[in-house]
C-alpha cells in the first residue's frame, strides 16, 4: 500500500497568500466598480531594464542557428555569469568568492527550500519569528518539526524579532545546528549591521553550526554602511552559505534566476564530528536534480552587471525605494509604530490590533491590498506588511485611502 509522506499533514491548511487571494476575489466580486490597489503580495511591478531585454533577445537569436545553439548548459550555471558575479557583487566589495563557489539555479526559494536536503534529519533549526514561510514548511515537509500547536511547530526553534530587538533576534539559549536568517528581511523591512551579523558568525562558529543567510533583498540597501553579504564578516565564509536572487533585484520574478553561494571553506560534520564538505554535497545535490537555467536567462541576468544594467536597476529600485519613503511618512503621520521602508521595500506596521481584522478593514474601506503579519508567525500577530512594489501614482492614492480609513 502506497503511503503519502505523512510529515505533509502537519501542515497548516491555508497558505496566508491563498486566503488573501480569495478575500480579494470575494470583495471584488462584491464591489465589481472598486478599483483595488495590490500592496500585498512581494511581486515587483515594472518591466525589465533594456540592458536585459537587449541581452536576451540576442541570446535567444543565438539559438536559431546551429553555429550558435546551446543545449544543455554546465548544471551550475554558465562560467560568464558565475564569474561576473563573483566580480561584481563579491569581489567589488572586499569579499573574495571563486565563480566555482557559485550555483546559479532558477530562484532563491527552491534553493532555500532544498538546502535543508543536505542537512542531517535530526538536525536542530531555528528560524525567525516572523519569517518567510518557506524556510519552514520545507522542513516541516523533511519531517524536521513535530505537530502544530498553538500557532508553531513543536521541536523548532524561533526565534522572536519584535521591537524590543529592533526586529534583529537575539542569539538563542540554547545550541542550534542551522540557522535562517534574511536581512534586509521580509516581511519586517529591518535590517542587521555589520556588528550584530558578526554576533551571529561567531554564535554559528561557537556552536559548530551553520547560517542559511537569505540576501534577496541586499539590491535595496542605501545606507553603505550595512552588509549585503554575510560573507563582509571575517570567518563567515566557514559558517555560512547565502541565498541570492534576481527577482528583487532586476525585476526577475517571472524571468527566474537566482544564485546560492557554498563556500568551498563551509564545513558541517558527520555523526563522528569528522567535518564534511557542503560545497562538494550541494554540487552533488544539484547536479542531479537540476538542468540550469536557459541560456537566454543567464544571459540577460549577465546584462545586469554592464554599466548600463547597473544604472538602470539602480533607477528601478530608486523608484521603489522612493514608494516606500512615502509610505513610511504617511504611516508616521498617522501615528503609527513601524520598521522598514529603508534599505528595504517592506513597512511592517504595528496596528494595536487583530492583523487579519484591520487587513479586512483596509481592504473592505479602502480597498488596499496588505499583508497580515499574523501570516508570517505568532510574533506577526497585530502587524501588517506593506509592499513599496507598484506605481507611486497607486501608491500614493492608496496611501490616501487608507489615512481616510485611518486618520485620527
Ligand atoms: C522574493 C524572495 C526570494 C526570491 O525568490 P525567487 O525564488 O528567487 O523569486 C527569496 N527570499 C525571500 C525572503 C523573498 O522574499
Same mark, same amino acid.
Given at each position: 500500500m502506497i503511503r503519502v509522506?505523512?510529515?505533509?499533514?502537519?501542515?497548516?491548511?491555508?497558505y496566508l497568500f491563498s486566503e488573501i487571494a480569495r478575500k480579494v476575489s470575494e470583495f471584488q466580486a462584491g464591489n465589481p466598480d472598486k478599483d483595488i490597489i495590490k500592496l500585498g503580495i512581494g511581486d515587483v511591478t515594472h518591466g525589465l531594464p533594456p540592458a536585459c531585454i537587449e541581452a536576451m533577445h540576442k541570446a535567444v537569436d543565438e539559438m536559431a542557428v546551429d553555429a550558435t545553439f546551446r543545449g544543455y548548459g554546465p548544471e551550475q550555471g554558465y562560467d560568464f555569469l558565475r564569474e561576473a558575479i563573483a566580480l561584481n557583487d563579491f569581489a567589488s566589495r572586499g569579499v573574495t568568492i571563486q565563480p566555482d563557489e557559485i550555483f546559479i539555479s532558477d530562484g532563491a526559494k527552491c534553493d532555500s527550500g532544498n538546502i535543508? *536536503?543536505?542537512?542531517?534529519? /535530526?538536525a536542530r533549526i531555528a528560524v525567525p519569528d516572523p519569517v518567510y514561510p518557506v524556510y519552514v514548511d520545507t522542513n516541516v515537509m523533511a519531517g524536521r518539526t513535530g505537530k502544530w500547536k498553538d500557532g508553531r511547530y513543536q521541536g523548532l526553534v524561533y526565534l522572536e524579532s519584535t521591537a524590543n530587538n529592533h526586529y534583529v533576534p537575539a542569539l538563542p539559549s540554547e545550541a542550534v545546528d542551522a540557522i535562517y536568517l534574511c536581512f534586509p528581511n521580509n516581511p519586517t523591512g529591518a535590517t542587521v549591521t555589520h556588528d550584530e551579523l558578526k554576533a551571529w558568525v561567531e554564535y554559528a562558529r561557537e556552536h559548530k553550526s551553520l547560517i542559511l543567510f537569505d540576501?534577496?533583498? *541586499?539590491?535595496?540597501?542605501? /545606507?553603505?554602511?550595512?552588509?549585503?553579504?554575510?560573507?563582509?564578516?571575517?570567518?563567515?565564509d566557514e559558517v555560512a552559505i547565502e541565498f541570492r536572487s534576481f527577482s528583487k533585484t532586476a525585476g526577475f520574478t517571472g524571468t527566474r534566476c537566482a544564485y546560492t553561494i557554498v563556500p568551498k571553506a563551509c564545513r558541517a560534520y558527520d555523526a563522528a564530528g569528522t567535518v564534511q564538505d557542503l560545497h562538494f554535497l550541494w554540487n552533488r545535490r544539484h547536479t542531479t536534480k537540476f538542468n540550469g537555467v536557459s541560456y537566454p536567462v543567464q544571459r540577460a541576468a549577465e546584462a545586469v552587471f554592464s554599466p548600463q544594467g547597473q544604472e538602470q536597476i539602480k533607477a528601478l529600485n530608486d523608484g521603489y525605494l522612493h514608494n516606500a519613503a512615502h509610505i513610511r511618512q504617511q504611516i508616521s503621520t498617522l501615528g503609527y509604530d513601524f520598521v522598514g521602508g529603508q534599505n528595504s521595500p517592506y513597512i511592517w506596521i504595528n496596528?494595536?490590533?487583530?492583523s487579519w481584522a484591520f487587513f479586512d478593514r483596509l481592504l473592505n474601506e479602502a480597498a488596499v491590498v496588505t499583508t497580515p503579519g499574523a501570516g508570517f508567525g505568532a510574533?506577526?500577530?497585530?502587524y501588517i506588511r506593506i509592499s513599496a512594489f507598484n506605481d507611486f501614482a497607486k501608491v500614493e492614492e492608496a496611501m490616501q485611502r487608507i489615512a481616510a480609513v485611518l486618520g485620527r
Open positions: 509522506n505523512p510529515h505533509y499533514s502537519k501542515l497548516q491548511a491555508s535543508q *536536503e543536505i542537512l542531517a534529519q /535530526d540576501a534577496a533583498y *541586499e539590491a535595496f540597501i542605501r /545606507d553603505e554602511s550595512l552588509p549585503h553579504s554575510i560573507y563582509e564578516v571575517d570567518g563567515a496596528t494595536g490590533e487583530d510574533c506577526g500577530e497585530g
